[in-house]
Nanobody, 113 residues
Framework: QVPLVESGGGSVQPGGSLRLSCADSGSIFRRYSMGWYRQAPGKQRELVALITSGGVTNIADSMKGRFTISRDNAKNTVYLQMNNMQPEDTGVYYC???????WGQGTQVTVSS
């Protein structure tokens, strides 16, 4: 059983939006910081956004103003809202329980006209 399950990926045109979800069944969710990372083809995995147990957020500079991270502790779920998406946002997006250091399997996001 995979403790982190991402959903919401898919294909979108430039300028479009997607909302990713990540459900965590493997921890006392509210205690831990959670993160979203992405890996573009041929590139290393990079941080997209973090949210602490207290709800403090940090967004990577290139995504500020376009991406938002949030969490619903009642649903053990973290979200990534992505707006005004661009082709360079294409990649596999991974969710991570930062406190316990485990990853989801990833969800593909493709931005193309």
């Amino acid at each position: 059983q995979v403790p982190l399950v991402e959903s919401g990926g898919g294909s979108v045109q430039p300028g479009g939006s997607l909302r990713l979800s990540c459900a965590d069944s493997g921890s006392i969710f509210r205690r831990y910081s959670m993160g979203w990372y992405r890996q573009a083809p041929g590139k290393q995995r990079e941080l997209v956004a973090l949210i602490t147990s207290g709800g403090v957020t940090n967004i990577a500079d290139s995504m500020k103003g376009r991406f938002t991270i949030s969490r619903d502790n009642a649903k053990n779920t973290v979200y990534l809202q992505m707006n005004n998406m661009q082709p360079e946002d294409t990649g596999v997006y991974y969710c991570k329980n930062v406190g316990l250091n485990y990853w989801g399997q990833g969800t593909q996001v493709t931005v193309s006209s």
